[in-house]
């Protein structure tokens, strides 16, 4: 065996380590479709704050219960469309969306997740809700990055940067509602469109 075949069999032995060992289904355009969810979420959010007669939300109020209703669309929306966008893709490579590898990365991603969605449940209804944006974005990064040893490995920065977001968010809490925009919106159409044109877009 040449040094030339030697080396091409190892490289096909690590992509299929990898393959078996990642999850590389994941949609760019997913990602970049649950940023304009949230985007316009935030917007209809803004709306119905703005034109309530204040400039916040009172605990239990009708408005807060819209504003409840919206997240859960976002985050439904942007579930849905991931799950579709992501079993195309993998139908497309000739792999199967459920496996071990993807149940390991739902596994990995969800119990962060959970996690501070509870936690934040529990401080909303004990009126402790002024950290609610950050807090949203620091769990939402743990679970990206705890994932991210499942799935395309760059899914790690975009965690670091929700949690520095995170972090920047409790120290300026006034600006919660901007920063959370950043994170969930901007950001997700950031990385989806990178996700997109270097693994997607060229198949």
Request: charged share 10%.
């Amino acid at each position: 065996m040449s040094t030339e075949d030697y080396l091409k069999d190892i490289t096909e032995i690590k992509n299929m380590m990898n393959k078996s060992s990642r999850f590389f289904s994941l949609s760019g355009l997913s990602g970049i479709l649950a940023g304009i969810y949230a985007i316009i979420g935030a917007a209809i959010a803004y709306y119905l704050v703005s034109t309530s007669g204040r400039d916040y939300l009172i605990l239990h109020s009708k408005i807060f219960n819209y504003i409840l209703i919206d997240l859960a669309a976002i985050a439904i929306l942007s579930i849905v469309t991931a799950a579709i966008l992501s079993n195309r893709k993998a139908r497309k490579n000739n792999e199967t969306l459920w496996n071990g590898t993807s149940r390991r990365l739902l596994a990995a991603f969800l119990i962060p997740l959970i996690t501070g969605g509870i936690y934040i449940l529990i401080k909303i209804y004990s009126n402790h809700y002024g950290h609610t944006g950050s807090l949203m974005l620091i769990f939402y990064g743990l679970a990206l990055v705890n994932a991210s040893k499942y799935t395309i490995g760059n899914v790690k920065y975009l965690g670091y940067v929700e949690i520095i977001l995170g972090l920047a968010c409790a120290i300026y809490p006034g600006f919660g509602f901007w920063f959370w925009v950043l994170g969930f919106g901007v950001m997700h159409i950031i990385y989806g469109s990178m996700i997109y044109f270097q693994h997607d877009y060229s198949n």
